[in-house]
């Protein structure tokens, strides 16, 4: 069976309206998903972003996130298929209990929660065979320790190509693009 790491924002759910609308609220500007090219957002100060950042991981606002169509369905898929769920997030370490009340709220199945910064190292150290992922950064980390990546499409990381990177549009290309890599792991 594999061993599956899942991040959460802009891979469980549609982050970026939170972000723009945190933003727009306390700066005044406008960040739109689809000029969003580039990883980096240097239209803030590094202050301003992770205020805005942090403001994003509040109780109020993980609590309120949606989640992708067919993204928790196919979660428990790979969960009740004995594949074991990482879920992991770039986030505070006090964001954890709002988080895991979040993922239980949704009906996301997982065996352990990791809510911290250094998520490619942790995912070497438990062996994580996939990670799903939208972050350039994290997806070309993993692919140098030999993790296999899927994403959804963003407009940040839509240039990437190469072996072992899936990009989806949706969870459910993703679920179908995926499963034969499962398939293998799980042999
Ligand atoms: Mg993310």
Redesign the pocket.
């Known amino acids: 069976m594999a061993r599956i790491a899942l ?5 469980l759910h549609h ?1 970026w309206d939170i972000f723009d609308r945190v933003v727009r609220e306390r700066f005044g500007i406008e960040l739109p998903h689809e000029r969003q090219t580039d990883w980096g957002i240097t239209v803030l100060e590094r202050d301003q972003l992770r205020e805005c950042v942090a403001e994003t991981h509040s109780e109020e606002n993980i609590l309120a996130a949606e989640p992708y169509p067919h993204a928790v369905e196919t979660v428990r898929a790979w969960s009740a298929a004995g594949h074991w769920i990482h879920a992991t997030s ?1 986030r505070a370490e006090h964001t954890r209990d709002a988080t895991a009340r979040w993922l239980d709220a949704i009906g996301l199945p997982y065996d352990d929660l990791h809510c911290s910064y250094d998520k490619v190292s942790r995912c070497v150290e438990l062996g994580i065979d996939v990670l799903v ?3 350039p950064v994290n997806i070309t980390r993993a692919r140098e320790h030999g993790i296999l990546t899927a994403t959804i499409e963003h407009p940040w990381n839509a240039h990437l190509t190469g072996d072992g990177v899936v990009i989806a549009r949706d969870w459910r290309e993703l679920r179908e693009r995926i499963a034969p890599l499962l398939a293998k792991l799980g042999a």
């Open positions: 991040d959460i924002d802009s891979t982050y770039h992922d939208d972050s």
